[in-house]
């Protein structure tokens, strides 16, 4: 059977996203190493809660993904490696495979996204513990802007197949996964800066409003508002982006409009940066960590001195790497490693920070302060432009023809398994010769 018309089909090597089921594979494998590294990090400076509360979502992540993958798959049992043969045999992933990804991006991903960013910017890091937790807040932001597309392909079959979507509006799933990458990697660098520069205990309470939010749109839309607002509170990102803000088709015809989490998403982030202008030298109250000094010299003193102090250290490394470059165009010396080398450039530090860790708040900074305003103006650019985002309105055509392709690349997922035979008799076979050949 040909390929279906805009289908991707599954291979084994692929750098271009979504990337080649090994790649992957690869990927999964590596961010849990890098999950487990933040929690050594943790651990070796005496955090113990941040750790604690990283092996929770880790834990909770692959408790859920061994029993769901188990139920799904063919082979009765959590298998990635097998499972990644058998998306290669039919050329389209397997319901597992979507379960095993699906448990990453809503659980594990948001959990550890706030997390590790945030627990990291209060530590002395050294260069390979702010690499770690920089990569780890990048792969989060990843896996929370496509378990938003999975949630955007969504249209009541009871699994999400977002390759369906990618087939027939490829570049608008692409654009809307650009979007939700810069969206959520702003998002949890803001938390991290917010957090730091006061407490989280004033950062979580907008999650909760904004899962109020869902719950309110849902009930504008007739039922189940109770539903949606404890689905919300456990499934952060949700309460990030919101559950009816979606900008393709609806998951069902009663579903609330858009209008209200998106107005609450602006007003969550433009709180949060009025907040840090503040000046609590007392903190918020006396009571354990809450009174410890809080606002702007804060965040003067943990974001905005290392970021300058990285400004200025680019701005000569820069200039140097300028100057060598005119200096052997002219020739005019043969020892510039002695009058222009980089010995007059140092590296960024502040009186509080490392230079690890001065590096690693200003990214968080940057992505703050570039990202969010993006967001923000993309939200609104959303509700201007786009009624099913703002309004509730479905795109009936677009939904039926993304079920129309989700059966035209089933089918030939269902040819392919048969020309190929069928991978999980094969393992069954090998299973029981091992067997026989133990006894």
Known sequence: MAVPEGYDPVIAFKLCPPGGIVFQLGIYIFDIINDVAQ?????????????AFMVVFIGLSFLRTSTTMSSASQLKRFDPLGEAQLCLARQVP????????????????????????????????????????????????????????????SVGRGSMQSYSLRAVRPVKAAMLTVWYFAAFAGELAAF???????????????????????GAAEWSGGEDYLWMTAFSCMMVAVAMAGAQTRSFTKYKTEEGPGLLPALFILCRLCAWAALCCLDLPQGLLALGSLQRPMGFPVLQAKFLEPAAACGEALACFTSQV????????????????????????????????????????????????????????????????NPLYACGTDNVDLKEEVKAKQVEIDEFARQNKEMNGEYTELCMLSDCYSNSDSE
């Open 39 to 51: 929690i050594g990090t943790f651990v070796y400076h005496g955090d113990f809660w941040f750790a």
């Open 322 to 385: 300028w100057l060598r470059a005119e200096t052997k165009t002219n020739s005019t010396t043969r020892s510039f490693g002695v009058e222009a080398g980089f010995h007059a450039c140092s590296w960024p530090a502040t009186d509080e920070l490392s230079t690890p860790s001065a590096i690693f708040n200003s990214c968080l900074l940057f992505l703050a302060v570039v990202l969010v305003p993006i967001h923000m103006c993309v939200v609104c650019a959303m509700l201007l432009l």
């Open 94 to 153: 397997t319901l597992a495979w979507q379960e095993m990804l699906m448990c990453e991006r809503v659980i594990e991903a948001p959990g550890t996204g706030l997390i590790g960013p945030y627990g990291a910017s209060l530590l002395a890091l050294t260069p390979l513990q702010a690499a770690s937790a920089l990569y780890g807040l990048i792969s989060s932001a990843k896996a929370m802007a496509e378990g938003r597309l999975d949630q955007e392909a």
């Open 192 to 214: 991290a800066v917010v957090s730091a520069t006061l407490h989280p205990l004033v950062t979580l309470p907008g999650y909760a409003l904004g899962a109020m939010a869902n």
